[in-house]
Each structure stands twice: as structure tokens, then as C-alpha cells.
């Protein structure tokens, strides 16, 4: 069974790509970017966000080095880039804009892709730490199913974290999502500049 499996490993990613993504907190950001969606809009929405998170970073665990190498794109780079579009949407969450109906609904699928599936879960964080991960195992079939099955765990909490979301809304209402929509936009905000900073602080450090 070792040979196919390494435990250690697997707790290893799992613990820390569930602190990196954290499913609990993507719940009031989950709420606030899909507030004009009705409930069936919004299943699908975790289902679309989280498809979308594991398909960024597993093509990054195994293209990502080479994928930025080649087109001469460094770490901090993709790491201020995402910073900068989480504060883009977190200014339409404080104003408002979020709340406004899309007629076709095209706005709502948007957004489980771009900015939750990525870079919001799929974040430079969470991609770095994969990356890092596959890099320093020994390629053998153990660590190499450890890591994917870790990977998929946590996405799976994810998923369930939005799913059940339905719930904290409908307990919430529409006034208390409203509150939830502002709080997770200051939340993001900070969270998009941390990114930025950090970003300048790599660019500062390895000029």
C-alpha cells in the first residue's frame, strides 16, 4: 500500500492547500458574487467554480514551470495579477454593482469562473504550494497519487462548503446577504492587496 499511497504526503497537501483555499471563508464571497442567481444558478455555479479551480492547478502542477518559462513570466507577476482582479471585483462588491440583475445570466457564469474558480481558489498561493509540492516529490506513483488525491479533497470541501450555501442564504435573506456581500468585498480587497504587496516585496527581493 506504501508504494501507492503515501499518508504523510497526502496530509501534508491536503493541510496545506485547506488553509490556502479555505473553503469556510469562500462561503461569504461564494454568497456575494452569485446574490442575483436563483438557487439552481448557484449549484451550478459551485459546481462550475470548483471544476474550474482543479483544472487551473492540476495543468499547473504538471505544465506550470515550463508554461512560465516559456513565456518568460515569473512567480510574482502572476501573483500581482491576480491581486489586481480580486480588487477590481472586491470594488464592485463594496458598490454594489455585483447586485445588479444580469437578464441573461451570463454575468453569474462568468463569475464562478473568473474571479472564483480563478484566481480567488485557484490563486497564486494555492498554485505556487502545488507546484512546489510535485517539484520536490520523488515522481514515483506513490507521491504522485498522494498529491492528486489530496488535491481532489479539498476540492471536494470546497465544493460542499458552496453547495450548502443555499442554506446560510435562505437563513440570511436578502438583507443579510446584502451585509455579507459588503464584509466579503472588504475582505477581498485586503486579500488583493496583501497579493499585490507581496508581489512587490518578490520583485523588490530578487532584482
Known sequence: MSAVFDARLFSEVFITLFVIMDPPGAVPIFLALTSTMTRAQRNKASR???????GVIAA????????????HISLPALQ???GL????????LLTGKMEEPSPSGAKGVNAAIVPLGTPLLAGPGAIVATMVFVQSSDGTAGDWSSIALALLAVHVCLFLAMRFANVVHRILGDSGTILISRIAGLLLAAIAVQLVADAVIEFVATA
Open 48 to 54: 462550475q467554480a470548483v471544476l474550474v479551480a482543479l
Open 80 to 82: 500581482a495579477s491576480g
Open 60 to 71: 499547473f502542477a504538471i505544465f506550470g514551470q515550463q508554461l512560465l518559462a516559456y513565456m
Open 85 to 92: 482582479l480580486l480588487l477590481l471585483v472586491a470594488m464592485e
